[in-house]
C-alpha cells in the first residue's frame, strides 16, 4: 500500500507530496500554492483520490472510505479530517 500521494491543484497546478492518513478521510486541503480549498469532486471520497496521484489508502485496499459523501456534507468541519497547513 502506498503512503505517500502527489497532490495537484486544479487551480494553479501546484504539486506537493504528502502522506494520506490510514485513519481518516481527507476531505479538505488547502493548496500551498494559491490557497484555494481543495473538496473532493463527486463520487470522490477525498482529496486525494480527486486530485493525487494514488488513491487514499482505503481505495486501495478495495474498501468503503470510512466516512460517506453525505456525512462530509452535513458533519461540522471541525469533525472531518481537515487541513495540512
Do not use: I, W
Amino acid at each position: 500500500m502506498q503512503l505517500q500521494s502527489t497532490l495537484t491543484c486544479p487551480k494553479c497546478s501546484h504539486q506537493v507530496v504528502e502522506t494520506m492518513p490510514t485513519d481518516a478521510c481527507q476531505f479538505f486541503y488547502d493548496c500551498k500554492g494559491c490557497g484555494e480549498r481543495l473538496k473532493p469532486l463527486a463520487g470522490d471520497c477525498c482529496v486525494f483520490c480527486s486530485y493525487g496521484s494514488v488513491p487514499c489508502p482505503p481505495v486501495q485496499s478495495n474498501l468503503r472510505c470510512c466516512v460517506s459523501e453525505k456525512r462530509h456534507a452535513d458533519a461540522p468541519e471541525h469533525l472531518v479530517k481537515g487541513v495540512f497547513y
